[in-house]
C-alpha cells in the first residue's frame, strides 16, 4: 500500500527564509505525486502537480524517486504563505489520492 | 462556474435522524468524490463515483450510503450514525478518475452526530 509522510507537523519561519515542506513516499511503483494547500479559511486547493514541472506563487517541487521524496520548496517565504500543506500520492492508472499528514507553515513578519 | 457546491455547510443529527449532504458541480466533471477529514488529520477518501457508477468503496460503513443522480451532483445519506462520523465532508471533482486531473474541493459540511 502506498504511504505518504510528511515528517514536520509545524514550520515556523521568518519572511524571506527559505522554505522547503518535506514528503516522502513508499510506494513501489509508478506514482503520481501532489502538494495541495488550504489557506485558513478557504477550500483545499492544488498547488503543483509533479508532472507539470511548473512553478506556482514561487513555490517548485521535484520528485526524486531514488530517495522517493516531494519537497516542496520557495527561495523567500512571504506572509501569505502561512497555511496547512498536505503532500499527496496517486497511483498511476488509479482513482485514489492518499494524504500526508500535512504541514503547517507559519510565515512570521 | 468553477466550483464544487456543497449544502449544508453545517449539520447536527441525532443517532437516529437521516440526512443527506449534498454536493454539486457544474464543470462537466465525470468523477465525484467524498471524503472525511477529522480535525487536524489529512482528508481520507471514502467513496469515489466514476461516468455516475460507484467505483471505489473505501470499506466505508453501510450507515454511509453515496448517491450520484446525474454527472453533476453527488449525495451522501446518512443514517444511524455515531458520534464519531462527527467530522468534515468534503466533496471533490475532476475530470476524470484514473489521470492526473486536478481534484476540485469543495468547502466541506461540518457534521456534528449527538
Known amino acids: 500500500a502506498q504511504r505518504v509522510t510528511q515528517p514536520e507537523k509545524l514550520l515556523s519561519v521568518f519572511k524571506g527564509a527559505p522554505v522547503e515542506l518535506k514528503c516522502n513516499y513508499s510506494?513501489?511503483?509508478?506514482?503520481?505525486l501532489f502538494w495541495y494547500v488550504q489557506y485558513s479559511r478557504q477550500r483545499l486547493q492544488l498547488l503543483l502537480r509533479h508532472i507539470s514541472r511548473e512553478s506556482i506563487k514561487g513555490f517548485t517541487a521535484d520528485l526524486n524517486k531514488g530517495e522517493t521524496s516531494f519537497h516542496l520548496k520557495k527561495p523567500f517565504a512571504q506572509e501569505e504563505d502561512s497555511a496547512m500543506y498536505y503532500c499527496?500520492?496517486?497511483?498511476?492508472?488509479?482513482?485514489?489520492?492518499?494524504f500526508g499528514t500535512g504541514t503547517r507553515l507559519l510565515v512570521s513578519p | 462556474d468553477t466550483e464544487v457546491t456543497q449544502t449544508p455547510k453545517h449539520l447536527v443529527m441525532g443517532m437516529t435522524n437521516k440526512k443527506s449532504l449534498k454536493c454539486e458541480q457544474h464543470?462537466?466533471?465525470?468523477?465525484m468524490y467524498w471524503y472525511k477529514q477529522k480535525a487536524k488529520k489529512p482528508p481520507e477518501l471514502m467513496f469515489v463515483y466514476s461516468y455516475e457508477k460507484l467505483s471505489i468503496n473505501e470499506s466505508v460503513p453501510s450507515r454511509f450510503s453515496p448517491e450520484c443522480p446525474n454527472s453533476s451532483l453527488l449525495n451522501l445519506h446518512l443514517h444511524a450514525l455515531q458520534p464519531e462520523d462527527s467530522a468534515l465532508y468534503l466533496c471533490a471533482s475532476s475530470q476524470l478518475a484514473g489521470v492526473s486531473y486536478e481534484q476540485y474541493f469543495g468547502p466541506g459540511t461540518r457534521l456534528t452526530v449527538t
Open positions: 510506494y513501489s511503483g509508478s506514482p503520481e
Open positions: 464543470m462537466g466533471h465525470r468523477a
Open positions: 499527496a500520492l496517486k497511483r498511476t492508472g488509479f482513482q485514489k489520492l492518499v
